[in-house]
């Protein structure tokens, strides 16, 4: 068993080739954060719905140090990858295409043996969910080494790139892609005389851009911001956004003519 972490700034550490050894990867269950509402004279409660809450991440290890005089390089170095004043990423070699953003919850000792120190660490991962490493914009290819099997891809219909008004984008993840706290970056280039609207018939969201575009510009929604040319067109919007639920959503594009519109995103993973 394997483990990787890769610091924000795209730093990674291989574990095993760092001559720690993960003994045990356990990730607890999602944890749910309900939300209830009583009424005097009326019997239990009333279900107002639930969020997903942070998960935490057990992993047990076994350094090995070169000789005696190295453990404590091999400690202090072991104390600065695990640094948690910043969230950093977790990887499961045995599920190389998803990661975790966590910190470190507890603070943990090498309780050294010879020149062999096992120690314990709880990570919290407060997203609550895994993502995949790569986003639809990563080519289906298993030499890219970004991609699973247990991730609900379609190896034969997975596109995202599309140049006509009526589609589908599936959402192989989890859990739904809101733009308003996960990543979502929708490029558009169209011709639109006047306006262009964009539904999803599955969730029901429309986005809809007031304004007019050529095949010289590009329109982008990314996450909560709309531009065009790259400057801000929120003002011409009617302020809504663009979700996928898990699974196909059928997309339709309304009031343009479609050159080139791609879906750029992560699944989310329980």
């Known amino acids: 068993m394997m483990s990787i972490i890769q610091r924000l700034d795209g730093k990674t550490y291989d574990l095993k080739k760092l001559g720690i050894r993960t003994k045990d990867f356990i990730i607890s269950s999602p944890s749910y954060e309900h939300t209830t509402e009583t009424v005097a004279g009326r019997p239990g409660a009333i279900d107002m719905g639930s969020t997903f809450g942070p998960r935490e991440i ?29 969230a950093f990423y977790l990887i499961e070699k045995r599920e190389p295409g998803k990661r975790w953003l966590v910190k470190v919850s507890n603070t943990f000792q090498l309780e050294q043996a010879y020149v062999y120190g096992d120690f314990s660490v709880t990570f919290i991962c407060n ?9 639809t914009a990563t080519p289906y290819e298993w030499d890219v080494d970004m991609w699973q099997w247990g991730m609900g891809l379609d190896w034969d219909n997975h596109q995202y790139e599309h140049t006509e008004n009526n589609f589908t984008i599936l959402n192989s993840g ?20 006047s306006y262009l609207e964009i539904i999803n018939h599955t969730t029901g969201d429309i986005y809809k851009y007031n304004g007019s575009l050529d095949l010289n510009d590009t329109l982008l929604i990314d996450g909560i911001r709309s531009t065009k040319n790259g400057f801000s067109v929120f003002r011409d919007t009617n302020k809504k956004l663009i979700t996928l639920a898990p699974g196909p959503n059928e997309i339709e594009v309304k009031g343009a003519t479609v050159e080139r519109i791609l879906f750029d995103f992560r699944f989310y993973y329980l």
């Open 58 to 86: 057990t992993c047990e290890y076994k350094a090995i140090a070169y000789d005696t005089a190295d453990f404590p390089l091999m400690r202090d170095e072991i104390f600065r990858m695990f640094r948690s004043d910043e």
């Open 127 to 135: 997203k609550g969910f895994a993502e995949s490493i790569a986003t």
């Open 174 to 193: 989890d859990v739904a892609v809101d733009p308003r706290y996960r990543d979502l970056k929708i490029t558009i280039q169209a011709n639109a005389p």
